[in-house]
């Protein structure tokens, strides 16, 4: 499987930095592209982290910090143990977000969602990389602690 995480890794950071390119070029700052009721194309720039918070701190931070996760995200990979897809899936969000931060000096934001005047904050395909293999490490971790509780009480 850790063969896998290396093949999906390369191929998230190629779709979101190829997605950002035609946001970038395709969509107006001043004119979202409605596609569904719900969801429109935005051209937006993020230069805090997560929903734009703390963005005061600057991009170098971020982009330290960036490295730092990087590097830990890349070494547990390689050693195996954790879950390898959720692991390249994170590992591919924040290499496609740190990109931007280098590049352009902040992440492109395309994908806008909302119900009437309630927007979730604007995202990419990689923090969808990134939320997606966070849920998928919780998920393991939730049964894996389920299946300890239950093997330590002797119930079969």
Avoid at 54 to 83: D, Q, T
Avoid at 97 to 119: E, K, M, P, Q, T
Avoid at 130 to 138: D, E, S
């Amino acid at each position: 499987m850790r063969k896998t995480a290396f093949i999906i890794m390369p191929l998230l950071v190629i779709l979101d930095q190829a997605t950002k390119y035609l946001a970038d070029k395709l969509i107006s700052p001043f004119n979202p592209i409605e596609l569904l009721p719900f969801l429109h194309l935005v051209n937006l720039r993020n230069e805090g982290a997560a929903f734009g918070m703390f963005k005061s701190l600057g991009n170098n931070i971020f982009i330290i910090i960036s490295l730092i996760a990087i590097g830990v995200i890349f070494f547990m990979l390689i050693k195996g143990k954790e879950n390898p897809l959720g692991l390249s899936l994170i590992l591919g969000g924040a290499i496609g977000n740190l990109i931007d931060r280098l590049f352009r000096g902040s992440v492109v934001d395309f994908i806008d969602v909302f119900a009437g005047r309630h927007h979730w904050p604007a995202f990419n395909v990689a923090d969808s990389a990134l939320t997606i293999g966070i849920g998928l490490i919780f998920i393991k971790l939730f049964f894996k602690k389920q299946e300890e509780l239950i093997n330590a009480s002797g119930v079969n």
